[in-house]
Nanobody, 128 residues
């Protein structure tokens, strides 16, 4: 049984930083696209960042977070991270970890590839 469990959300002032973690268990494929999505109240879910867990380790970012957010993985701990710096009020949303057992990580980020698995989400609130 696959489980993705997010943690690290919270409340922070604009300009601050948070690091989200996603602990993965039960994943059996040799590689995955893994990524972070977010959904603010009244808005559609959007991709934030994705990473290929295979040898290339390719990463992709939404334009709105480039230069501020960094996605990374720690294979030994089966953990995905999202380091979020220079946070803005518009970053306020529920953040979800997701995984897909296919290598098309840019499509995954853009929502053109449906994830196989989702976490339960962690709330990030940025105040001005």
């Amino acid at each position: 049984q696959v489980q993705l469990v997010e943690s690290g959300g919270g409340s922070v002032q604009a300009g601050g930083s948070l690091r989200l973690s996603c602990a993965a268990s039960g994943l059996t494929a040799s590689s995955y696209c893994m990524g972070w999505f977010r959904q603010a109240p009244g808005k559609e879910r959007e991709g934030v960042a994705s990473i290929y867990t295979g040898s290339s380790g390719s990463t992709y970012y939404a334009n709105s977070v480039k230069g501020r957010f960094t996605i990374s993985q720690e294979n030994a701990k089966n953990t995905l991270y999202l380091q979020m710096n220079s946070l803005k009020p518009k970053d306020t949303a529920m953040y979800y970890c997701a995984a897909a057992a296919r290598p098309y990580c840019e499509k995954f980020l853009l929502g053109a590839l449906t994830p196989d698995y989702w976490g339960q989400g962690t709330q990030v609130t940025v105040s001005s």
